[in-house]
């Protein structure tokens, strides 16, 4: 009975290559996030969408492509990849696009070496 | 600067404290004011929020704003080691859905 989950949990990875992390929520919400947490445990918003289109899209490298196939997952495709996107990456969910509740999953620790 | 500010911590008390835990903020358009509670290698959960000025309880739980200082605090009464954990202050501007978070006070309460 997950309400957001993430794969994978972690993920671990050379410099350059391309990776993917999958998020899915099965609370109906209509709007979904990713989320950066450096190693301070800053959080800091990347992306939002609501219904499957894009709402914020923060000053992300284009490194960066969120996908939502539907209304509930969201994918993060990371091209490229450098050290300095080593981070826990969060997936979130809320009912409505305006709303101080967000649900989040538990995060894909990713290490780029 | 950032927009939220947050004592990183470490704070250590003994089981039974009461604490304090604060941010302050820049952007006098943020109307909503919330506080989440991250445990280690989870994702973070809603503990309450407010809006605008003023105090709200929720069990040992009390958040209170001063919008005038741009002050936030969290009190926790009676605290126990379950609340360890890293308290994250947040707040958003009237319509919009984009949070904006302090870095995280890690709170360890000891037996």
């Known amino acids: 009975d997950t309400a957001v989950s993430q794969t994978p949990k972690y993920l671990v990875t050379q410099m350059g290559n391309d990776k993917s992390i999958k998020c899915e929520q099965n609370?109906?919400?209509?709007?979904m996030y990713w989320y950066k947490q450096d190693s301070k445990k800053f959080l800091k918003i990347m992306f939002s969408?609501?219904?499957?289109?894009?709402?914020i899209n923060e000053t992300v490298p284009n490194r960066f492509s969120p996908k939502s196939p539907d209304k509930a997952h969201l994918n993060l495709h990371i091209n490229s990849l450098e050290l300095g996107d080593s981070a826990v990456y969060f997936c979130?969910?809320?009912?409505?696009?305006?709303?101080?509740?967000?649900?989040f999953g538990p995060g894909t620790r990713l290490t780029v070496l | 600067q950032k927009e939220v500010e947050q004592d990183p911590g470490p704070l250590s008390v003994p089981e039974g404290a009461i604490v304090s835990l604060n941010c302050t903020y820049s952007?006098?358009?943020?109307?909503?004011f919330m506080w989440y509670r991250q445990y280690s290698r989870k994702g973070p959960e809603l503990l309450m929020y407010?809006?605008?000025?003023g105090n709200k309880e929720d069990g040992r739980f009390t958040a209170q704003v001063d919008k005038s200082s741009k002050y936030i605090s969290l009190f926790i009464r009676d605290s126990q080691p379950s609340d360890s954990a890293t308290y994250l202050c947040?707040?958003?501007?009237?319509?919009?859905?984009?949070?904006?978070f302090g870095t995280g006070t890690r709170l360890q309460v000891f037996p």
């Open positions: 979130a969910s809320s009912q409505a696009r305006v709303d101080n509740e967000q649900f």
């Open positions: 969408y609501n219904n499957k289109e894009l709402i």
């Open positions: 407010t809006y605008s000025s």
């Open positions: 947040a707040s958003r501007s009237y319509n919009t859905d984009k949070l904006i």
């Open positions: 609370l109906g919400h209509d709007t």
């Open positions: 952007n006098s358009a943020f109307q909503y």
